[in-house]
């Protein structure tokens, strides 16, 4: 099956066609300084109604949360409500400017306070810095802050970080980044930290773990106490990758396990929009302990005054002015239309829903750890007697109209397809996606071609991801 390209707008150009029309000139006629005008630029010229066409039919082209079913495992692509923007939209709050007077944005500081103040009650924690962008950069700040509570008691030592071979890669990233080393941890056969091997890396040079929980094989991590118990042994800080926090809202809070410091995901847990759709949000959570090296400025209310405040021993700003300010009015948003009885059901219902798929996947793909699951599960992506791998079977589900899952991730497990239902989704959904993975294995047997061959319906087939990473083409070459 041969696609025909779509024209693209450079090719629809016609000499003299244009999109707009000026206002008739109601001021003297001025030409423009010499060596302002380019006349080199060689722009699509076309009529209004093709540029709306060409745009619109870009924009069509996007997958989104809105028209497709997205189970991108640990991204938790859930429904990002429709009153979130609403909200964010509202004139006093995304009118307002970061340097206006304290007095003149009380209302504005007072969402921050309170958003702090949910997040600390959700997790369990003593104190909540909103200023990071991103998970990765609130993992940055987390790091730092181990690092500068150990400094600030003189304790040198401390090198090494020690992170489960499970973890997302943005974990040894960001120790790295602050200057330490890693050890990798091995996981056991039940998908746990394998103790014997966490113990006999605890020595007074640890700085802390960092423990994701649920992890990214979708399990509780059953001994996390005695996990805990064993970094604090050696003076060390337990560090949470809070990205999957979705499956214990309400039911479970880092903060009582144990955990010094974790990162929210606003943009996945608290339903602020993904990737293109908007930046992210990280905030950081920490312990009484860790509370003086925030990052700031934070929220505080003096009296019946809310102010910002830096805290004592903070490691800094980390952003400019005070983080993704639009993302705290929707996660804020959702967890008051959620109350905290919602809030146990979304995790309730994102827990059911990943072990319901899970049972209705695991005769076609095999589960890569067989235990009752969190808010997502890993299965083996090849299908056996065959040489279909995960990366066909995630090119074949576009065909059927849905998103392919996370592959090949977590890295310990080989043809990983990662999937992650969320609690919006209905059954109807969950059965017929379980139903075209039911079909990609009957074809890959029947017609490998078929598969290997995937996706068949995209405007594009496969792309080389990483040359198109390494050296993007971003202009047209006609
Ligand atoms: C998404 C994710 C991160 C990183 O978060 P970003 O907001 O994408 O920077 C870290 N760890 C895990 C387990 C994740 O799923």
């Known amino acids: 099956m041969t696609r025909q390209p779509e024209p693209l707008i450079f090719e629809l150009s016609s000499p003299g066609r244009t999109a707009f029309t000026l206002p008739e000139l109601d001021v003297p006629q001025a030409s423009l300084p010499e060596g302002h005008v380019r006349d080199d630029l060689n722009l699509p010229e076309v009529s209004e109604l093709e ?9 069509q082209k996007n997958y989104a949360i809105d028209t497709v079913y997205y189970p991108l495992g640990s991204c938790t692509m859930k429904y990002n409500p429709k009153v979130n923007e609403k909200a964010a939209s509202i004139e006093g709050l995304s009118q307002v400017h970061p340097l206006q007077p304290e007095a003149s944005v009380q209302g504005s500081l007072e969402l921050m306070y309170n958003l702090q103040e949910a997040l600390k009650e959700i997790s369990g924690f003593a104190g909540v810095s909103l200023q990071p962008a991103a998970g990765a950069h609130g993992e940055f700040a987390g790091v730092l802050i181990m690092r500068a509570y150990h400094e600030s008691r003189g304790d040198f030592k401390r090198t090494k970080v020690l992170i489960p071979d499970s973890a997302h890669g943005t974990n040894p990233a960001s120790s790295a980044m602050s200057g330490f080393s890693v050890v990798e941890i091995p996981s056991d056969e039940r998908g746990n930290v394998d103790l014997d091997a966490l113990k006999s890396e605890c020595d007074d040079t640890v700085v802390g773990l960092m423990l994701t929980n649920p992890n990214t094989l979708g399990l509780f991590e059953e001994n996390v106490l005695e996990v805990c118990d064993t970094i604090h042994g050696c003076g060390g800080l337990v560090y949470g990758d809070g990205a999957n926090l979705n499956a214990l809202l309400g ?11 974790l990162h929210f995901n606003l943009h996945k847990t608290f339903t602020t929009p993904h990737g293109g759709g ?5 905030p950081v959570g920490v312990s009484q302990r860790l509370a003086p090296f925030l990052p700031g400025p934070i929220a505080a209310k003096a009296g019946d005054h809310y102010t910002l405040m830096m805290p004592e021993q ?20 959702y967890i008051r239309m959620m ?31 067989e235990r009752t699951c969190m808010h997502e599960f890993v299965a083996h992506g090849d299908v056996s007697g065959t040489d279909i791998r995960a990366l066909d079977v995630a090119k074949r589900l576009i065909d059927y109209g849905f998103h392919p899952p996370t592959n090949y991730f977590p890295l310990i497990v080989h043809d990983a397809l990662m999937i992650e239902p969320t609690e919006t989704e209905s059954k109807e959904t969950l059965d017929a996606f379980a139903e075209a993975l039911a079909q990609i294995a009957e074809e890959a047997r029947r017609d ?11 405007p594009v087939t496969r792309l080389d991801e990483v040359t198109a990473a390494r050296k993007p083409v971003l202009c047209y070459k006609g």
């Open 51 to 59: 540029f709306v066409r060409h745009y619109t039919r870009l924009s």
């Open 251 to 261: 039911i479970a809070r880092p903060g009582d396990l144990g955990f010094d410091v």
């Open 278 to 282: 908007g930046p992210g949000s990280g």
């Open 314 to 333: 903070s490691i800094g700003r980390l952003k400019a002015f005070y983080g993704n300010y639009g993302m705290f009015i929707r996660a804020y948003t």
């Open 339 to 369: 109350g905290p009885t919602g809030l146990r059901a979304v995790a309730e219902h994102a827990v059911l829903n990943a072990n319901y798929l899970k049972a209705k996947v695991a005769p076609h793909f095999p589960i890569a750890v």
């Open 448 to 458: 490998p071609e078929l598969v290997h061959s995937a996706p068949h319906t995209a």
